[in-house]
C-alpha cells in the first residue's frame, strides 16, 4: 500500500506493507535516498531489529539512548558529531529508525545538519507508525516544557512495517491504538467500528488486522497534514482529546501516563462536555467509553485535581489569542472545533470521569 503526501517541500511516499523493513534498502534506492544513508536508532529497538537492518548500511549506525528524558538537545548534538566524524555530507540522509521519540529526535538532528538532509522514517510503534511519523514535525523538549524545539522537515519516504509492532509491548501498543481510535471518533466511524470489532486479533498483532488499521489511519493523518501543514485548521481536530491529555500529562510531571493513556481520558471529557451541551448523542459517548474500558485498565485520576488540571489547560501553548479551542465530537465519526468552551463546563466533566475537585 502506498500513500503519497503533499507538502510544501515536495511529495513523499508512505510505502506500508508487512515486511518492509527487510526490503528496506530496495525501498529506499526507488524513492532515490542518497547512497550514504546514516541510521539512527535507539539501543532498545536496535536490540530487537537491528538484524533486519544492520546489513542494509554501510556505515555504523548511530545509537541513542532510549527514553523521553533523552528527546533533548544535547541528544540531537550526539547526532551531529557521529555525522560530522564519518564526514556526512549534503548527499547523505538520515534514516531514523524507532518510536516517536527517536523520530522526532533524529528528524529534528535531520532538519538542520547542513540546513537539512533528507530523512526517511522507519517507525516501529504504533503511534509513530500511525501519527508522528507523517506530517513533518519534529523537534525536542525544552528543560521547562515538551516540544518547545523544533521544525518542520517532511520526510523523504516513510516506511511503515506492521510487523515490526510485534515486539512492542502491550501497553505502548495500547498507547498507539488510542490515537487510533481518535481518527475514528473525528473523521470515520467505520475505523473505530473496526478496531472495536477487531481488539483481539490487534492485540495479537494480526497482520491483516494491523494492516487495515495502520493503513486507514495513515490515510486520514495524511489528508489531514496534505491540507493543513502548518495547523491553521483541519489539522486541529487531530488535537481532540489532547487539551486534556496534555493538562493531565503536565500535572503529573509526564510520569504517569503513556500520552495515548492520557489522550483517552482527554477524549472521554471532551465527549462528556458535548453530550452535556447537547451536540452529541449519549449513545455515541458510551460506545467510546465502552471500547476505552474494553481495552484494558488505564492509570488512576482520582487523586487529580479538576482545579490543578483547569490552570494546566491554561498554560497550554495551542491557547490562540486567549482562546481555547477546543475540539468536540457530534457523533463518532465526526467533530467540531469549538470556540466557546467554558471552564465549568470542562470542570464538569472532568468531575464525572472520577477527578475530584480539589487536592
Ligand atoms: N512529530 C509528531 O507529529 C508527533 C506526533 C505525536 C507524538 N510525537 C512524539 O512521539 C513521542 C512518543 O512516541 P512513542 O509513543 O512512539 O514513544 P517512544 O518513542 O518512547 O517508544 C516507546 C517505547 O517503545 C520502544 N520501542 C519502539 N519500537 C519498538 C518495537 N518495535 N518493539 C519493542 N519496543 C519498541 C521504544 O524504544 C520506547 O522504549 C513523544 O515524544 C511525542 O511528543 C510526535
Ligand atoms: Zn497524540
Not at 137 to 158: Q, S
Not at 182 to 187: F, L
Not at 318 to 343: F, N, R, S, W
Request: one cysteine or more; glycine letters at 8%; aromatic letters at 6%.
Amino acid at each position: 500500500m502506498l500513500l503519497e503526501v503533499g507538502s510544501r517541500s515536495g511529495r513523499y511516499g508512505v510505502h506500508i506493507e508487512p515486511g518492509a523493513a527487510a526490503r528496506l534498502d530496495a525501498l529506499l534506492t526507488a524513492a532515490r535516498v542518497p547512497a550514504r544513508r546514516f541510521v539512527v536508532s535507539n539501543t532498545t529497538v536496535w536490540r530487537l531489529h537491528g538484524e533486519t537492518f544492520a546489513s542494509l548500511f554501510s556505515e555504523e549506525p548511530i545509537l541513542l539512548p532510549d527514553g523521553e528524558r533523552h528527546k533533548h538537545l544535547q541528544t540531537v548534538s550526539r547526532i551531529y558529531d557521529a555525522l560530522v566524524r564519518a564526514r556526512a555530507d549534503r548527499a547523505s540522509a538520515i534514516v531514523a529508525i524507532g518510536g516517536g521519540v527517536l523520530g522526532d529526535t533524529a528528524g529534528f538532528a535531520a532538519a538542520t545538519f547542513l540546513r537539512g538532509v533528507p530523512l526517511v522514517h522507519v517507525p516501529t510503534t504504533l503511534l509513530a507508525q500511525v501519527d508522528s511519523a507523517i506530517g513533518g514535525k519534529v523537534g525536542v523538549n525544552h528543560p521547562l516544557g515538551k516540544n518547545l524545539i523544533g521544525a518542520f522537515h517532511p520526510p523523504a519516504l516513510v516506511v511503515v512495517d506492521p510487523t515490526v509492532l510485534g515486539t512492542l509491548p502491550r501497553r505502548e501498543f495500547r498507547a498507539g491504538l488510542y490515537e487510533v481510535i481518535k481518527y475514528g471518533v473525528i473523521t470515520n466511524r467505520a475505523l473505530f467500528d473496526r478496531v472495536a470489532s477487531s481488539l483481539a486479533k490487534l492485540f495479537a498483532r494480526d497482520s491483516d488486522a494491523l494492516m487495515a488499521v495502520v493503513t486507514e489511519s495513515c490515510r486520514i493523518k495524511a489528508s489531514v497534514v496534505e491540507q493543513d501543514e502548518h495547523e491553521t485548521g483541519l489539522r486541529r481536530t487531530l488535537n481532540f482529546g489532547h487539551t486534556a491529555a496534555h493538562a493531565l500529562e503536565a500535572v503529573t510531571k509526564y510520569r504517569r501516563f503513556r500520552h495515548g493513556e492520557a489522550v483517552a481520558y482527554g477524549m472521554l471529557i471532551a465527549a462528556q462536555i458535548a453530550v452535556a451541551r447537547g451536540t452529541m448523542p449519549a449513545a455515541d459517548r458510551e460506545a467510546l467509553s465502552g471500547l476505552i474500558a474494553k481495552m484494558g485498565p488505564l492509570p488512576a485520576v482520582t487523586d487529580i485535581a479538576v482545579e490543578d488540571m483547569l490552570e494546566a489547560i491554561t498554560h497550554d501553548k495551542k491557547i490562540v489569542a486567549g482562546q481555547l479551542h477546543y475540539v468536540l465530537p457530534t457523533a463518532v465519526g465526526a467533530c467540531e472545533v469549538v470556540p466557546d468552551v467554558k471552564k465549568d463546563e470542562i470542570a464538569a466533566a472532568m468531575r464525572s470521569i472520577g477527578m475530584p475537585a480539589t487536592p
